[in-house]
């Protein structure tokens, strides 16, 4: 699986921004896909993850903000950021998994294919 990360930028805090990740190389419906990011010194975390068609799983600091959907394609992934707070800057990286539905969540870090990332300022 390739995937390839845009639409990042820089916003003031209460806008709003969304990244696409476009993605191929498989079947990236049948795959567990999500968006994480990561700030200098600090560990990647998860941010939004969707297993196929099921309902999203969101990290408590974005639920109600953020929106992860697929384009009508299945081949690219977004991520829909509104209300965005200075802690909200990072690095976001998307990910896939070959993880199933149980695993499919924001807690751990994936092993799978990465993007390179897309830079979100927030000032």
């Known amino acids: 699986v390739q995937l390839v990360e845009s639409g990042g930028g820089s916003v003031q805090a209460g806008g709003s921004l969304r990244l696409s990740c476009a993605a191929s190389g498989y079947r990236v419906g049948t795959l567990c896909m999500g968006w994480f990011r990561q700030t200098p010194g600090k560990e990647r975390t998860g941010v939004a993850a969707?297993?196929?068609?099921?309902?999203?799983k969101y990290a408590n600091s974005v639920a109600g903000r953020f929106t992860i959907s697929k384009g009508n394609a299945k081949d690219t992934l977004y991520l829909t950021m509104n209300n965005l707070q200075p802690e909200d800057t990072g690095m976001y990286y998307c990910?896939?998994?070959?993880?199933?539905?149980?695993?499919?969540?924001?807690?751990?870090?994936?092993?799978?294919?990465w993007g390179q990332g897309t830079q979100v300022t927030v000032s």
């Open positions: 990910a896939a998994t070959q993880r199933n539905w149980a695993g499919c969540g924001t807690g751990t870090v994936w092993s799978g294919a």
């Open positions: 969707i297993y196929r068609e099921t309902t999203p």
